[in-house]
C-alpha cells in the first residue's frame, strides 16, 4: 500500500478515527503511526472534526447485561451489589476512551430508528478551525423524502439586517457551488431537498455557508463571506 499518497493517507486517517479501519489493515496503520508525526497530525485533525457527532446521539442507559459482558471480556469480577455499585468506575472507564464513545456514536446514528439513518455527514468549522455547525443527511434513496438536517454546535451568531445565511453544496475540483436553501436561526432545523439535489448530495465534497443579501443569493453564487465550512464523511 503507498502511504506516501497523500489523499489515502486523509482517507485512512478518517476512517481509523470512525473505528471503520479493521483487521491487518487497521494494525498496519497503528505500526505506522508511531513513526509518522504527518500522520498522526491527520488522525487528530479528523478526531478534531469527527468528535461533535456525539451530540447528535442521545444519551443511552445500557442494559446491566451489557456490563456483565463488558467484565466478563476484560476479566474484571463483578461487585456484589451489581453493576450499580461500580458506577463510579464504569464512568472514569468510559470518559477516558474517547475512540469508544466514537464509535458507539457511529453506531447509534446508523442503527434503525424512525429517522432514516445518517448516510453522509460534514462538521462545519469557523475560520479559527472551530467545529460550529454539523450537517448531515440520510441515504436519499431510502429516505421517503429529501432533506439534510443541521444543528449549530456555538451558539448561533447574531445575522445582520437584510441578511440570510445560505448552505452550498461543494462538488469538489471545479465545480461551482450549488445551493441547498437557507438556513434560519433556529438551532437545529430540516432543510428540504430537490430530487434533483439529492441524487448529487452523495457525491458532495464539503459543504459551505456563506452571508448573502435577504432572500439568498441573487446570482446562483456565494456572493458574500463563506463563514463555515467542512468535508463531508460517508457514516454508511
Not at 486517517?13 to 508511531?34: I, N
Not at 463488558?70 to 458506577?87: D, K, M, T
Not at 430508528?113 to 436519499?140: L, N
Request: proline fraction near 9%.
Amino acid at each position: 500500500m503507498r502511504y506516501e499518497n497523500l489523499q489515502l493517507r486523509d482517507k485512512l486517517a478518517a476512517e481509523y478515527v470512525l473505528g471503520t479501519l479493521t483487521g491487518r489493515v487497521r494494525a498496519r496503520f497503528q505500526r505506522l503511526l508511531k513513526y509518522d508525526a504527518e500522520l498522526r497530525r491527520n488522525v487528530s485533525a479528523w478526531e478534531a472534526r469527527l468528535t461533535p457527532l456525539a451530540d447528535l446521539v442521545p444519551a443511552v442507559t445500557p442494559p446491566a447485561r451489557v456490563w456483565r459482558a463488558i467484565a466478563a471480556r476484560i476479566g474484571v469480577a463483578p461487585a456484589r451489589n451489581g453493576w450499580r455499585a461500580s458506577l463510579a468506575f464504569w464512568r472514569t472507564l468510559a470518559a477516558g476512551s474517547t475512540m469508544a464513545v466514537l464509535a458507539l456514536g457511529v453506531y447509534l446514528v446508523a442503527a434503525p430508528k424512525p429517522e432514516p439513518p445518517v448516510g453522509m455527514v460534514a462538521v462545519m468549522s469557523d475560520e479559527q478551525s472551530r467545529p460550529a455547525m454539523v450537517v448531515s443527511w440520510p441515504s436519499q434513496e431510502a429516505a421517503g423524502g429529501y432533506h439534510i438536517r443541521v444543528k449549530f454546535l456555538q451558539q448561533h451568531p447574531a445575522m445582520p439586517a437584510n441578511t440570510s445565511w445560505e448552505l452550498w453544496m461543494l462538488p469538489g475540483g471545479k465545480a461551482a457551488p450549488i445551493s441547498l436553501g437557507l438556513v434560519g436561526p433556529n438551532h437545529t432545523q430540516v432543510i428540504k431537498l430537490k430530487p434533483e439535489l439529492a441524487r448529487m448530495i452523495g457525491q458532495a465534497w464539503g459543504v459551505g455557508l456563506s452571508v448573502e443579501p435577504k432572500g439568498g443569493s441573487p446570482t446562483g453564487s456565494p456572493t458574500g463571506p463563506v463563514i463555515f465550512t467542512g468535508q463531508c464523511v460517508k457514516v454508511m
